[in-house]
């Protein structure tokens, strides 16, 4: 038995298909998202803009 590749039709209506861009995963967003993956996507996937820290400013 051999399986056949999964193929997808696309209509040539469309003119350019965008890039896919593969994101890293760091340790420090690792562990965003072991301790609340909400964070994670606020900050990683959303990238919400974030007040500077003392130590930042």
Known sequence: ???DP???????ATAEVPATVRAS???SRAADFKTC??????RSIDRLPERPTVEQA
Do not use: I
């Open 25 to 27: 995963l760091s340790p």
């Open 6 to 12: 999964v193929t997808t039709r696309q209509s040539t």
């Open 1 to 3: 038995m051999t399986a």
């Open 37 to 42: 993956p909400l964070l994670y996507r606020f």
